[in-house]
């Protein structure tokens, strides 16, 4: 079944340090995959999506992420995190049947910035 | 212009009660999702719909959840005889077309008492 595990509950970070987000995906075939924020109260807003091609993705926000097959990862970085960035991230995977991407998220890493 | 709205905000029910929980999508939009984030977990595919018609109600938990689309816009997730369990930020998405990219709404945060 597919699944995505995101390891990390909880990551801390300094202002201007950099940021890597974990993401590992369980799918039978090519995955959609997708990574969103959602700040609280707010809805969530999508950073970036793989499809095909390229597997450096470049998203909203300074983000971007490495698709890599062969470790099913899927994670999300940013090289100089800003305390904006302080909010909850999920990684998805949209299985692409019937037309439809029915997304199954991961439990979310929610993401302190120190000042 | 306006994105997914979602009414009420915030939605709190006594055990036993009925509740409908509305969104309106983005103008225009053909497909429409309902997900159910539960506190300190990622959202769980609910029910789909494109245009009226409501083609996978599979993450549907139980008879109790019904979703309607009656013309093809706005949307609404009814829940009979709510229990604690059901407590929940249910959260409305829409796309421009079938396949494309989900815009959520800011969810309504149910609580069940």
């Known amino acids: 079944a597919q699944s995505v595990t995101q390891p990390d509950i909880h990551i801390t970070v300094s202002e201007g340090a950099s940021l890597e987000l974990r993401c590992n995906y369980s799918y039978g075939a090519t995955p959609y995959l997708f990574w969103y924020v959602q700040s609280p109260g707010q809805g969530l807003q999508l950073l970036l999506k793989?499809?095909?091609?390229?597997?450096l993705v470049q998203g909203i926000k300074g983000f971007e992420a490495e698709f890599k097959r062969s470790q099913s990862s899927f994670n999300l970085r940013k090289p100089s995190v800003h305390w904006s960035d302080a909010a909850e991230y999920f990684c998805?995977?949209?299985?692409?049947?019937?037309?439809?991407?029915?997304?199954?998220f991961g439990a979310g890493t929610r993401l302190a910035v120190h000042p | 212009g306006a994105g997914v709205s979602q009414s009420p905000r915030y939605k709190v029910a006594k055990r036993g009660q009925d509740v409908a929980l509305r969104c309106d999508p983005i103008?225009?939009?053909?497909?429409l999702f309902w997900y159910q984030q539960a506190l300190g977990q990622g959202p769980e595919f609910l029910t789909y719909?494109?245009?009226?018609?409501?083609?996978?109600k599979s993450g549907l938990p139980s008879d109790r959840f019904f979703a309607e689309r009656p013309e093809g816009s706005v949307s609404t997730l009814k829940i009979q005889r709510t229990q604690q369990e059901d407590s929940a930020v249910y959260l409305c998405a829409s796309t421009l077309d079938v396949g494309e990219t989900q815009y959520f709404g800011p969810g309504t945060r149910l609580l069940v008492l």
């Open positions: 719909f494109q245009n009226e018609a409501q083609l996978d």
């Open positions: 103008s225009g939009h053909v497909s």
């Open positions: 793989y499809f095909s091609g390229d597997t």
């Open positions: 998805a995977v949209g299985p692409f049947s019937g037309g439809y991407n029915k997304l199954i």
